[in-house]
């Protein structure tokens, strides 16, 4: 008899969003409308940083990063849910279930590291200005951008051995529109505690050491702005409120989900959507509406294609 009631989940079933339909119509147009717009733009701030040869300092090589783990991060989410928005049911294989969780870990961990290169770029360029180009050279960006990249596969590849080890045998209905890990660990037909408490260390701790580590440096590098000249100063105030707010839209939500126990709150929908879809595309925009050179270098090429 315990054979035949073991069954292995080959699929989950998405509960998406909301069960509304016209509010799920309302949330796939602006989800559109904002996708097809920001999107663009974040391919187009990669064009400009790799075409223009001023834009080659430290920080405009890791804002061109920035945008392209974004709009890739963009991609594991988005697409499916836009489509699972105008079906009737919502499913997703398991492998295709891991493979998202995979990406999903993967992108937003090296995102996460690519914040603190950031602010390790930040604090060399305004702290010890005469060394910057010694230390920050191409060579030594490209390390910390291996480096990143090591860390998020790291990262991912722990949380999906985890769950690979996990029985799923009955329910199949996962309470979001993608697939995560709070969400997954659930539906596992064991006790999950141990799990569940490496999950939250892997991503939860991570996340808040992080994230409480940049406000540190952040905050020491707002002490020594104040020693520099009027315009040096408010040029320093200006990249360093904008990596400021980046941190926490991207922080915010990642600690909300993952330092907390798996258990389900109203909120936690909204939050993922925020998480996935809108900061993720939001971040590289954000940093080049407050960057005159990126502005400037963006005007010039965008002139020079309408003339052509």
Same mark, same amino acid.
């Given at each position: 008899?315990? *054979?035949?009631?073991?069954?292995? +989940? *080959?699929?989950?079933? %998405? ?10 119509l309302? +949330? ?6 904002? !996708? ?8 187009l ?5 790799? $075409? ?9 090589f ?7 783990? &974004?709009?890739? !991060?963009?991609?594991?989410? +988005? ?7 105008? $079906? ?5 294989? !398991?492998?295709?279930?891991i ?23 930040? !604090? ?10 010694? /230390? ?10 291996? #480096? ?25 209905q996962? &309470? ?24 939250v260390?892997? $991503?939860?701790?991570? @996340? ?8 540190? @440096?952040? #905050?020491?590098? %707002?002490?020594r /702005? ?9 040029? #320093? ?14 922080f ?6 993952? *330092? ?6 109203? #909120? &936690?929908?909204?939050?993922s959507?925020?998480?996935?879809? /809108?900061?993720?595309l939001?971040?590289?925009v /954000?940093?080049t ?5 990126? =502005?400037?270098?963006?005007? =010039?090429?965008?002139?020079?294609h309408?003339?052509?």
């Open positions: 008899m315990e *054979t035949e009631n073991l069954t292995v +989940v *080959t699929e989950f079933i %998405l509960l998406g969003l909301t069960q509304s339909r016209d509010i799920q309302l +949330v796939f147009v602006l989800v559109l409308i904002f !996708y097809l717009i920001i999107l663009p733009g974040n391919f701030i990669m064009f400009t940083i790799r $075409s223009d040869p001023g834009l080659t300092a430290p920080l405009y890791f804002l061109g990063n920035l945008a392209f783990l &974004d709009a890739s !991060y963009s991609f594991i989410v +988005v697409p499916r849910m836009l489509v699972d928005f105008l $079906s009737e049911k919502k499913v997703i294989s !398991y492998r295709g279930c493979t998202q969780l995979f990406f999903l870990h993967f992108l937003g961990a090296g995102e996460m590291f690519l914040l603190v290169v950031m602010a390790f770029d930040r !604090y060399i360029a305004i702290c010890r200005p005469l060394r910057y180009s010694t /230390i920050m050279n191409p060579r030594a960006c490209y390390a910390l951008l291996l #480096a990143l990249w090591l860390g998020g596969f790291t990262h991912s590849i722990v949380q999906v051995a985890l769950i690979l080890h996990l029985p799923f045998c009955g329910p199949n996962l &309470d979001n529109f993608f697939c995560d890990v709070p969400q997954v660990i659930k539906l596992a037909c064991t006790d999950t505690v141990v799990v569940e408490l490496l999950m260390s892997n $991503s939860g701790l991570l @996340s808040l050491l992080c994230f409480l580590g940049l406000l540190a @440096s952040y #905050a020491v590098i %707002l002490c /702005i104040r020693k520099h000249s009027s315009e040096g100063k408010n040029k #320093a105030i200006s990249t360093c409120s904008t990596h400021i707010i980046i941190v926490f839209l991207m915010g939500p990642a600690i909300f989900i993952y *330092t907390r126990p798996f258990q389900a709150f109203p #909120a &936690d929908k909204v939050v959507l925020f998480h996935t879809v /809108i900061f993720p939001m971040n590289p /954000i940093y509406l407050r960057n005159q050179e990126v =502005k400037a270098s963006m005007r =010039k090429l965008l002139s020079q309408m003339v052509c």
